[in-house]
């Protein structure tokens, strides 16, 4: 043996111990204390490295490494959901479930007379999860996800308790459930007095405890956690198991599965508010923490008609519980630089616990609202939390302001880039003139183009972006897509900064290559114009299809006596304020380089027709006119979109099909002179059902 090969082994020796010891450390944080310190890149990239010296140097290999090499896989694998997982709607007092009520009655187009019967439930704060039975048998359980791609946590769902690996009577073939994996109240604090006596980190709320002991990868931890778990829904079904909600249930129930109680069937907003007040009172005594009450239509077929707008279903909603509140001290207000340039104030607090969670920050939404609360800094103030939304000041408490007190000046320069910033007529929010040059506004847009609507890349989330935009690695979206070759040439390369290696580096370029290939959708929302959210960048592609048409038609409708400027407007839902921040968008030369450089960079897809290629509407511009007897105009608008329809306001040459109801008047006259085929309602409802 040469003296160099012996060095060799010895550095291997070395470093093996070492790895070892990491990865032992490793290990304990993620799966005893649900608080990894490194990301799973990285944890796999020290796995790997032990596996290559062992195999090198095979006498190395010990206990711990034996063990670690046999550990599962970090990542979970990805489930795809058949029927995507919503979220719900909110609502928080009797007016909104009024809203609620009477937004179904007008989408159904139902009389005042009808009654729609509403389940109520508990709603209880946990984890989402997907439940697969095939022919009875469970086959395949997975997280929510982003309600279309969800983990795969089958392993780990069998160990619960309340959980059928069997379903027997009157199974369909195929049968997706969905509830709540969720920890009860004593479970949960036994829990914790237990991880206390180990001196392990403790869990903030049952919730988190919940989310921890299903997130892990060995299943043995799972099972030693004490998690329950109701039934609320189904996903896919082979074939219908109920006509009603409240008929899901009972069959739930006779299949084995815990359902939330108590639950009842209202018919009307008093009913509703009298079974709200009786929970609230009960809440306490429950054995289960839960935030609110979910309303559900309970005949499925409206369910069917109602369907869902962007992530929440028209049929079901959220009654909250009123927001917690506190007592605190205002400290300062800072501004905070918004993506489109808006000028945020927000309250530094003494913090202050509301509700289980640690509050330091509040929203004091414009200047205009500091003035109508009148808080001054050093006031005491009312503050409340609410769910998951940012906390907001109430009110200043009268009698307690400090002789020091000083009132809060609103800057008119932006306090980023030292531009202007400018109110507008009839604009609550004041703006940042510097556009570009602003970096707020840059990093803002940056975090938007990789959030999870738009380009969604994994591993480069908001924190990422904002340290590559700080170290100058990342200044405009562009450089995402070049991010190989600005690697190369920077003096710290990604692969040797702290908390990142090659395999982590290699993973987010591998990341960013997979989304070189983009939805026309994504990419018109990623852009993040103002006033264009997903709904509406699903419009303009259904509308536009390609992006090169979208991007010339835009360009065009500049002038706004154009034919392109006419045909946006036509668009449903588009109007002139809308118009104004697309076209002003397409018209600004840097946008213009930047649009230039992406497409480039990407392909960006053509629109496909959602579902239902083979309806006759499918790809079909359809125009409603005068008033339906079966269905309201805003149902009838949603099918055709469903069906893959392009909706417009005005009848032109591009109109495909004119729907015309009771008392039609000029479209119907403008489609007969055009020769565009009208339907009438029976008509239209006949070939809808195709
Ligand atoms: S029904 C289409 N019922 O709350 C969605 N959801 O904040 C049908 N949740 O995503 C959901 N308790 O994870 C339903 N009794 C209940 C629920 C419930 C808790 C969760 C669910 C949902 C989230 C929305």
């Not at 195999?55 to 795809?80: C, H, I």
Request: hydrophobic content about 40%.
């Amino acid at each position: 043996m040469n003296a160099l090969f012996d060095m060799d082994e010895e550095d291997a020796r070395a470093r093996h111990t070492k790895l070892a010891k990491e990865i032992a450390r490793h290990d304990a944080l993620y799966h005893g204390e649900d608080n990894p310190e490194i990301s799973d890149a990285d944890y796999d990239a020290l796995r790997r490295e032990l596996e290559a010296l062992e195999k090198d140097y095979p006498e190395l290999k010990s206990e711990v490494s034996e063990k670690v090499g046999t550990a599962p896989s970090r990542k979970f694998e990805k489930v795809q959901h058949s029927v995507r997982m919503l979220s719900l709607s909110n609502v928080f007092n009797e007016e909104e479930v009024v809203d609620f009520l009477d937004r179904i009655r007008r989408f159904l187009n139902l009389s005042d007379d009808e009654k729609i019967e509403i389940v109520a439930e508990p709603k209880i704060d946990g984890l989402s999860c997907s439940l697969r039975y095939e022919k009875g048998k469970l086959v395949k359980a997975a997280t929510r996800g982003d309600g279309s791609v969800g983990e795969d946590i089958t392993a780990n769902v069998k160990t619960i308790a309340d959980i059928p690996h069997d379903i027997k009577a009157d199974v369909p073939d195929i049968i997706d459930i969905r509830g709540e994996i969720y920890m009860k109240r004593d479970d949960f604090v036994a829990l914790n007095s237990a991880l206390e006596e180990d001196g392990k980190k403790l869990f903030a709320n049952p919730r988190n405890a919940a989310a921890g002991s299903v997130r892990q990868l060995n299943p043995e931890i799972t099972k030693s956690r004490p998690l329950s778990f109701f039934g609320y829904a189904l996903g896919e079904v082979s074939s219908p198991i109920a006509k009603t909600q409240e008929g899901i249930r009972k069959q739930l129930d006779a299949w084995g599965f815990q359902l939330t109680k108590p639950s009842d069937i209202l018919t009307d907003v008093a009913g509703i508010m009298d079974f709200y007040k009786k929970l609230a009172e009960l809440r306490p005594d429950l054995q289960y923490e839960i935030d609110g009450i979910v309303y559900k239509v309970n005949r499925l077929d409206w369910q069917e008609r109602l369907g869902f707008v962007s992530r929440a279903p028209r049929w079901a909603t959220a009654h909250k519980f009123p927001a917690e509140k506190a007592i605190t001290i205002l400290k300062d207000i800072d501004i905070q630089v918004g993506r489109t340039g808006t000028l945020t104030p927000v309250a530094r607090l003494e913090p202050i616990t509301v509700g289980g969670v640690v509050v330091s920050n509040a929203t004091l939404h414009n200047e205009d609202e500091i003035e109508r609360k009148g808080v001054m800094i050093g006031d005491h103030v009312e503050i409340q939390r609410a769910g998951d939304v940012i906390p907001q000041i109430v009110r200043v408490i009268e009698g307690k302001r400090p002789v020091d007190a000083r009132a809060f000046v609103f800057p008119d320069h932006c306090p980023v880039c030292g531009s202007e910033a400018i109110r507008e007529e009839g604009e609550v929010a004041r703006r940042c003139t510097g556009g570009l040059i602003c970096e707020a506004q840059a990093v803002e847009r940056l975090k938007h183009f990789v959030s999870k609507g738009a380009f969604d890349i994994d591993g480069l989330g908001a924190k990422i972006v904002e340290e590559f935009y700080t170290d100058n690695i990342i200044k405009s979206p562009v450089d995402i897509f070049r991010l190989e070759d600005i690697n190369a040439k920077l003096k710290t390369p990604l692969q040797e900064r702290e908390g990142w290696g090659a395999l982590s580096t290699q993973n987010l370029f591998a990341a960013i290559d997979a989304r070189r290939m983009i939805a026309l959708h994504r990419f018109i929302y990623a852009l993040g114009i103002r006033q264009v959210g997903e709904a509406t960048a699903k419009r303009f592609a259904r509308t536009y299809k390609t992006f090169e048409n979208f991007r010339n038609a835009m360009e065009r409708a500049h002038d706004s006596e154009s034919d392109a400027y006419a045909e946006l407007l036509n668009i449903d839902d588009i109007g002139p304020s809308v118009a104004k921040d697309v076209t002003a968008f397409f018209h600004e030369p840097h946008n213009k380089d930047i649009l230039d450089k992406l497409s480039a960079l990407l392909t960006i897809e053509e629109a496909e027709i959602l579902d239902n290629s083979d309806s006759p509407f499918a790809g079909k511009t359809v125009v409603f006119t005068g008033g339906l007897e079966k269905m309201s105009r805003a149902e009838a608008k949603a099918l055709a979109e469903r069906l893959g329809a392009k909706v417009a306001g005005s009848v032109s040459k591009k109109t495909d099909f004119v729907v015309a109801g009771e008392g039609s008047g000029s479209k119907l006259k403008k489609a007969s002179e055009l020769g565009v085929t009208v339907l009438d309602e029976e008509k239209w409802l006949a070939l809808s059902a195709t």
